[in-house]
């Protein structure tokens, strides 16, 4: 059972939110706790290779660029490594609604016209700087939409409500990055340094005579 095999359990509780609406821990603890409960390990070797099922060759390439330049590889892994371009993908095909699915499609679309518009170039062909000036316009708007919000419920909700900061696609795009990060075996073993399920019965260990 791989990654996306897992989150397809999450999908059979009553209880299950829309995950559009969850952040990263609320993803990881759910995981962990669904799997415990049912006994299932998460392995960290995949059983074959991923068929994409919503995202087209060119949006493939453009996510995975964006999420490698939200979470670089170091030390540890990068977004690219832990292919959180597949868990966008299942999440986008199997759980987003359609208005979420079509927010975020349109959103990759508005990435690559920013980018032309600067460089005459789709992103993942631009200059870094042009990539990275792009990604802070995304960054600078969605700091500025949860200030906003905040000031907003913060002041007692006087006057007109704020533009949900969540109906953004950077919002969207840096959620799903996180949190596909996070529950990859790259990024919960070798950055959190954590085990997928605690006390995961592991077969032939190493046994030291007494």
């Known amino acids: 059972m791989e990654r996306r095999d897992a989150l397809r359990l999450l999908a059979v509780t009553a209880v299950t939110p829309r995950f559009f609406d969850w952040d990263a821990d609320e993803l990881v603890s759910g995981l962990r706790d669904h799997l415990a ?5 998460l392995p960290t070797q995949p059983s074959g290779p991923y068929r994409f099922q919503l995202l087209s060759t060119p949006q ?4 995975d660029e964006l999420a490698e330049l939200i979470i670089p ?14 868990f966008v993908d299942v ?3 199997e759980w987003a609604t359609e208005n979420d699915r079509t927010l975020f499609l349109d ?3 508005d990435v690559d016209a920013r980018a032309m518009a600067m460089a005459n170039s ?4 631009a200059p870094m700087p042009v990539r990275v000036g792009v990604c802070r316009t995304l960054d600078d708007a969605l700091t500025t939409a949860r200030a906003a919000g905040k000031a907003w419920r913060d002041g007692g909700r006087v006057g007109p409500r704020p533009a949900d900061h969540r109906g953004l696609f950077w919002h969207h795009m840096r959620s799903l990055t996180t949190s596909g990060y996070f529950t990859s075996e790259a990024g ?6 954590q085990a997928i399920v605690p006390g995961i019965y592991t077969p032939c260990m190493p046994v030291e005579a007494r």
């Open 37 to 41: 409960h049912h006994q299932r390990p």
């Open 122 to 125: 789709v992103f993942v062909r």
């Open 73 to 86: 590889a170091t030390d540890t892994p990068g977004a690219r490594q832990a292919r959180v371009v597949e």
């Open 188 to 193: 919960f073993t070798k950055e959190r340094k």
């Open 91 to 93: 999440i986008l095909a």
């Open 60 to 63: 493939q390439a453009l996510v």
């Open 107 to 109: 959103g990759l679309a």
